[in-house]
């Protein structure tokens, strides 16, 4: 019988959701550890001995001891819709809550990553003809979503080979270079470098964003999680915020990538994203 009989309740889809989610992208039957007869199994069931709860879900659980109770935040704090009543209900039943900054909450709250979604790893990466791309959405709420926009803006007044992608094209001018909308993994599979930005800079709070170019073996030039290099460290190029500098730094890499192309471990990716892998980790 399994040491760990998870189940995961969310406040966005169902278990069974969350259990096909976290098979695939964490490639649980691979792992020797992994199944109904090892020492970790994911459940949609009732037989469940441990809990993992996903941002604000409030299932009612008989019988489960609070430290074999997890929360994982998948949003930053400012739009993970945290309320009193949630707050209350993790003090009393949540043995540990990981969230990207935790802003004086209360324990169970632990500033940590919370096990993000992600593209699931590649079979095999592709060639990568192309050199650097980003992304920009139609939004323009958060403060990554406005310097996206800024740094778009001065790359389409220079003349430096950057494809831009993502339904926020629509804001800027025509140019051979702005893509628009884009299919999947396009925006790193055929490329060197991906410009990924969060939407907000927190303590350790991480996303899809540098995860999926990771992944495909792209070197993510990165602003967001301040302690990134904790996470993944020699993988990273590190943006300031500072748009004159880091305009200067995407021109420094572009005309000298192989100076600047980071070597990506997938295994040690792996290590660190990997829900499956950590288990024993966080109910530790």
Not at 115 to 133: A, C, E, F, G, V
Not at 183 to 212: R, V
Not at 245 to 260: E, R, T, V
């Amino acid at each position: 019988m399994p040491k760990y009989i998870i189940r995961i309740f969310s406040n966005f889809c169902s278990s069974t959701e969350c259990k096909q989610k976290y098979e695939s992208i964490d490639e649980a039957f691979l792992e020797n550890n992994y199944g109904n007869t090892k020492d970790i199994y994911i459940t949609d069931g009732d037989d469940y001995t441990h809990v993992i709860i996903l941002n604000t879900a409030m299932p009612r659980l008989s019988n489960i001891p609070k430290e074999h109770v997890i929360g994982l935040a998948l949003e930053p704090p400012h739009f993970l819709g945290l309320q009193t009543p949630f707050v209350y209900y993790a003090e009393r039943f949540i043995g540990k809550y990981f969230i990207g900054h935790a802003y004086g909450l209360p324990a169970p709250f632990i500033e940590y990553p919370g096990y993000l979604w992600h593209t699931p790893p590649l079979k095999s990466i592709p060639q990568k003809p192309n050199l650097m791309s980003i992304m920009v959405s139609q939004k323009t709420q958060a403060p990554g979503h406005k310097y996206r926009h800024e740094l778009v803006s001065r790359i389409l007044a220079s003349n430096l080979p950057i494809d831009i992608m993502g339904r926020g094209c629509k804001y800027h001018k025509p140019d051979s270079r702005v893509k628009g909308e884009f299919n999947y993994l396009e925006p790193y599979l055929s490329y060197q470098f991906h410009i990924a930005i969060e939407n907000f800079s927190l303590n350790h709070y991480y996303s899809e964003k540098i995860m999926d170019p990771l992944f495909c073996e792209t070197t993510p030039v990165y602003l967001g999680c301040k302690n990134i290099d904790d996470y993944f460290p020699g993988m990273v190029i590190k943006l300031s915020g500072e748009v004159d500098k880091d305009f200067a730094l995407l021109g420094d890499i572009l005309a000298n990538p192989d100076a600047f192309r980071k070597p990506v471990d997938i295994d040690a990716v792996k290590n660190t994203t990997s829900l499956v892998r950590n288990v024993s980790r966080i109910f530790g």
